[in-house]
């Protein structure tokens, strides 16, 4: 499933954990975009940490990739910096209650 960076709001080679980025050719583009490729968490703790460190490094005029897994998103996440980037989700977004109330 292919998610537009307005549609999240709403709902080179570096490695650290959990994410792994690349140089990659998308959509026929000749610049290359930054790929991000987010690995879930094995034991079921949060993984927002990593989906923010993806979204830092590849939020902008890049590629990131969710692929089979479950997410669990226990915290507020701020998206409004994403712009121009392409977000395949294969997995599952487990998104808490409390992750969901909006910052006052």
Excluded: E, W
């Amino acid at each position: 499933m292919r998610i537009s960076a307005a549609l999240l709001l709403l709902l080179n080679t570096v490695t650290c954990t959990g994410v792994q980025t690349a140089p990659s050719l998308t959509h026929g583009a000749l610049a290359p975009k930054k790929t991000c490729t987010l690995t879930a968490s094995a034991d079921g703790t949060d993984d927002t940490p990593a989906v923010l460190k993806v979204f830092s490094d590849c939020g902008t005029d890049g590629h990131i990739i969710f692929p089979k897994g479950v997410y669990h998103i226990n915290s507020i996440m701020n998206t409004q910096t994403l712009k121009n980037v392409d977000i395949d989700l294969y997995g599952t977004l487990l998104v808490s209650s409390s992750s969901l109330s909006s910052q006052a």
